[in-house]
T-cell receptor, first 115, second 112 residues
Framework: ETGVTQTPRHLVMGMTNKKSLKCEQH?????MYWYKQSAKKPLELMFVYSLEERVENNSVPSRFSPECPNSSHLFLHLHTLQPEDSALYLC??????????????FGPGTRLTVT | KQEVTQIPAALSVPEGENLVLNCSFT??????LQWFRQDPGKGLTSLLLIQSSQREQTSGRLNASLDKSSGRSTLYIAASQPGDSATYLC???????????FGEGTQLTVNP
């Protein structure tokens, strides 16, 4: 257990559905991240939040909408997704976003399938 | 744009063998480099973090080295065990911000 939990672990949704992924960290960290891991591709950073403020948006389509209500919780709201959005979505947290020594701790991921 | 490459893409070895996984990156202006392990369908577990000023880090049977000027890192696993079977990912954190750039990983299988 890394102290970062994600729910649900598996999700199947149609292209017209709206769903949300949830991430919670119990480490007292100030920064949280969303990553996408597709088959045969490196992990891609999607969003970075620091102290509940979005500090990075890596050219992600608007059908993915992040929300960070407090430093312990991070959501990814999904709507009108495409089949190519099927992937493992990983959440991570770190003590901060700047500075030399910060490791990122990852959750177990949500396996998303868009039909 | 930073690019991270891992060689080999897959590796199968008998139990007990010592092995080396390779990682290379194109931009040497990094804060640190991190090695992760990922089991099938699971999240990432951090193995070792090497700061840009360091040459190596050790944890148990694992040793990671960093040659920042040449853009290379290696992960050495001693006396491999079947439980080491997983995908090993290398990621570099750029000096300019919070971004971690990942390689595609090396899928390791250790056969009993």
């Amino acid at each position: 257990e890394t102290g970062v939990t994600q729910t649900p672990r598996h999700l199947v949704m149609g292209m017209t559905n709206k769903k949300s992924l949830k991430c919670e960290q119990h480490l007292g960290h100030n920064a949280m991240y969303w990553y996408k891991q597709s088959a045969k591709k490196p992990l891609e950073l999607m969003f970075v939040y620091s102290l509940e403020e979005r500090v990075e948006n890596n050219s992600v389509p608007s059908r993915f909408s992040p929300e960070c209500p407090n430093s312990s919780h991070l959501f990814l709201h999904l709507h009108t997704l495409q089949p190519e959005d099927s992937a493992l979505y990983l959440c991570a947290s770190s003590p901060g976003t700047s500075g030399f020594y910060y490791e990122q701790y990852f959750g177990p991921g949500t396996r998303l399938t868009v039909t | 744009k930073q690019e991270v490459t891992q060689i080999p893409a897959a590796l199968s070895v008998p139990e007990g063998e010592n092995l080396v996984l390779n990682c290379s990156f194109t931009d040497s202006a990094i804060y640190n480099l991190q090695w992760f392990r990922q089991d099938p369908g699971k999240g990432l577990t951090s193995l070792l973090l090497i700061q840009s000023s360091q040459r190596e880090q050790t944890s148990g049977r694992l040793n990671a080295s960093l040659d920042k000027s040449s853009g290379r890192s290696t992960l050495y696993i001693a006396a491999s065990q079947p439980g080491d079977s997983a995908t090993y990912l290398c990621a570099v954190r750029e000096a300019s911000g919070s971004r971690l750039t990942f390689g595609e990983g090396t899928q390791l299988t250790v056969n009993p």
